[in-house]
């Protein structure tokens, strides 16, 4: 990662926060280890940040936009602003373009940014968001956590312990 980068974008649930199933709901919101730290060093250099996430529990009828909203606003207060948010709604069957792992998020992002996606990198917990990253020509870090399988892992060009390692890597 020779290249200085402009944005880095992160998955919201297990990269950024723990990962609550359908969370609908702002108080059960918890930063991951290290992420207030790891994105004010981001910040401190200069570089744009954004968020992708699928939130397929729109779709499911468990959840509606206005507490995905709500969920966001809190990441938020705790982790501070964010230049955008791209959210997919839709269900692993719908045939979506933005859903992870399709590249739609991470475009929508960089447009929103104003960033070639080759000046990007993807921070997620999970293959998904590896290979949306890679399908939009972005560069991808993962940072795994339990849920994350081993072949995902295996399958990953970078990964990283923690997220302060993952800005280590890119910065």
């Known amino acids: 990662m020779d290249e200085p980068f402009g944005a880095v974008l992160f998955d919201r649930d297990g990269t950024l926060i723990r990962d609550v199933p359908y969370n609908g709901d702002p108080a059960r919101v918890t930063p991951m280890p290290g992420a207030r730290e790891a994105l004010r060093t981001l910040r ?30 809190r990441v938020e207060e705790l982790l501070g602003r964010f230049g955008t948010w791209q959210i997919c709604p839709h269900l692993p069957g719908d045939g979506c373009a933005c859903r992870k ?62 997220l302060a390692t993952a800005i280590e890597m890119i910065l």
């Open 44 to 73: 401190a250099h200069g570089l744009r940040t954004g968020v992708v996430s699928n939130q397929s529990g729109i779709g499911r009828g468990l959840l509606t936009e206005s507490q995905v909203g709500a969920v966001n606003a």
């Open 101 to 162: 792992p399709a590249p739609g998020l991470v475009f929508a992002a960089c447009e929103a940014l104003h960033v070639d996606p080759r000046r990007v990198v993807v921070v997620g917990d999970i293959g998904a968001d590896v290979r949306a990253a890679e399908a939009a020509g972005a560069v991808a870090v993962l940072v795994p956590t339990p849920v994350t399988r081993p072949d995902e892992v295996a399958d990953a060009t970078r990964t990283a312990p923690d």
